[in-house]
């Protein structure tokens, strides 16, 4: 049994993890696994869920019926840990965390134990009820259903990918699947869910719509904020990266394996070789006394906290 289980929740639910688990262990091949797990839920309470201990007091939990979920938290259990290395790098550093495209909101619930605020923003609305299932108890911690764009106050299509919430995305440029449904969601920029005068850590994760989102955090870049936002290798044209590169005195690193300089997108390319996996990167500005003060707390350590490679890619 996963030491981190708290307890299980809704009729059956510990039959249902311990059947999922097994499967898993026999199933390798995700979509598969996603299959089995949604026919397996039919027998069971669409409610039932894992709880698990985050530390602190603090508690995530995972519906069972949730593939993405099930899959890369509750078997694999070490999830992005490049991601945890740098919350935990920042603490200390800086009052305010960002989730952006939280999701059912682990890295909140994992920063509302380091920051003073966590600040907590997911566009879909379901997810957005199972991101305030795990959050709206948690002190410090703001939850808002939006979508990040380069303005505020619009209202946009919203779209929720068949089978895979943590593919849902901006309907900027109409691609949606035959499956898929849409629903609208009012927008806000990053300067404007930020207050003036901080350099916040951010975790952009926004499936697709990074560049409009970067475009709307002009003042937060200037003022020292760092990102940790993920390229995907299917993305050969790397075209968040290549966006961070192309602003005035900016500085990119890759994370996998503790922070490493990408000076150019040869390189990049050179890093990001796997088409079906996500690779996260470190973004901000070579001025920003945040930025040095995580690259100094990983070189203080010299590699001790260094992360492990990570088959996820991210929620």
Same mark, same amino acid.
């Given at each position: 049994?996963?030491?981190?289980?708290?307890?299980?929740?809704?009729?059956?639910?510990?039959?249902?993890?311990?059947?999922?688990?097994?499967?898993?262990?026999?199933?390798?091949?995700?979509?598969?696994?996603?299959?089995?797990?949604?026919?397996?839920?039919?027998?069971?309470?669409?409610?039932?869920?894992?709880?698990?201990?985050?530390?602190?007091?603090?508690?995530?939990?995972?519906?069972?019926?949730?593939?993405?979920?099930?899959?890369?938290?509750?078997?694999?259990?070490?999830?992005?840990?490049? !991601?945890?290395?740098?919350?935990?790098? @920042?603490?200390? /550093?800086?009052? +305010?965390?960002? %989730?952006? #495209? *939280? $999701?059912?909101?682990?890295?909140?619930?994992?920063?509302?134990?380091?920051?003073?605020?966590?600040?907590?923003?997911?566009?879909?609305?379901?997810?957005?009820?199972?991101?305030?299932?795990?959050?709206?108890?948690?002190?410090?911690?703001?939850?808002?259903?939006?979508?990040?764009?380069?303005?505020?106050?619009?209202?946009?299509?919203? !779209?929720?990918?068949?089978?895979?919430? @943590?593919?849902? /995305?901006?309907? +900027?440029?109409? %691609?949606? #699947? *035959? $499956?898929?449904?849409?629903?609208?969601?009012?927008?806000?920029?990053?300067?404007?869910?930020?207050?003036?005068?901080?350099?916040?850590?951010?975790?952009?994760?926004?499936?697709?719509?990074?560049?409009?989102?970067?475009?709307?955090?002009?003042?937060?870049?200037?003022?020292?904020?760092?990102?940790?936002?993920?390229?995907?290798?299917?993305?050969?044209?790397?075209?968040?990266?290549?966006?961070?590169?192309?602003?005035?005195?900016?500085?990119?690193? *890759?994370?996998?394996?503790?922070?490493?300089?990408?000076?150019?997108?040869?390189?990049?390319?050179?890093?990001?070789?796997?088409?079906?996996?996500?690779?996260?990167?470190?973004?901000?500005?070579?001025?920003?006394?945040?930025?040095?003060?995580?690259?100094?707390?990983?070189?203080?350590?010299?590699?001790?906290?260094?992360?492990?490679?990570?088959?996820?890619?991210?929620?």
């Amino acid at each position: 049994m996963d030491d981190r289980i708290i307890r299980f929740e809704g009729r059956g639910a510990q039959v249902q993890y311990r059947v999922l688990m097994a499967l898993y262990s026999i199933v390798f091949n995700r979509w598969l696994y996603g299959i089995f797990c949604r026919a397996l839920a039919r027998f069971f309470d669409p409610d039932n869920k894992v709880v698990l201990d985050l530390g602190d007091g603090r508690a995530f939990r995972i519906y069972l019926n949730d593939g993405y979920w099930t899959r890369f938290y509750l078997y694999h259990r070490d999830y992005e840990p490049e !991601v945890r290395a740098v919350l935990d790098a @920042a603490r200390g /550093h800086t009052r +305010l965390f960002c %989730d952006l #495209g *939280a $999701n059912s909101g682990l890295w909140s619930v994992y920063g509302s134990a380091l920051f003073d605020q966590v600040l907590s923003v997911e566009a879909a609305e379901e997810t957005y009820g199972r991101l305030s299932e795990n959050v709206d108890d948690l002190p410090g911690v703001e939850a808002r259903r939006a979508a990040i764009f380069e303005r505020s106050g619009e209202t946009l299509r919203f !779209v929720n990918v068949h089978q895979s919430h @943590a593919s849902a /995305h901006l309907a +900027l440029d109409g %691609d949606a #699947g *035959a $499956n898929d449904t849409f629903e609208e969601v009012e927008t806000v920029c990053i300067d404007d869910l930020m207050p003036g005068g901080t350099s916040a850590l951010i975790k952009l994760d926004v499936e697709g719509a990074e560049i409009v989102a970067i475009d709307g955090a002009h003042r937060a870049i200037r003022e020292g904020s760092v990102f940790i936002y993920e390229d995907h290798g299917s993305d050969l044209s790397s075209a968040a990266t290549r966006h961070f590169m192309g602003l005035d005195g900016m500085a990119v690193f *890759a994370i996998e394996t503790g922070p490493q300089r990408v000076p150019d997108a040869e390189h990049l390319a050179r890093i990001k070789t796997d088409r079906y996996k996500g690779y996260n990167f470190l973004a901000g500005r070579e001025d920003s006394g945040l930025l040095a003060a995580i690259i100094d707390c990983f070189e203080k350590n010299d590699g001790a906290d260094k992360p492990n490679a990570s088959d996820t890619g991210g929620p």
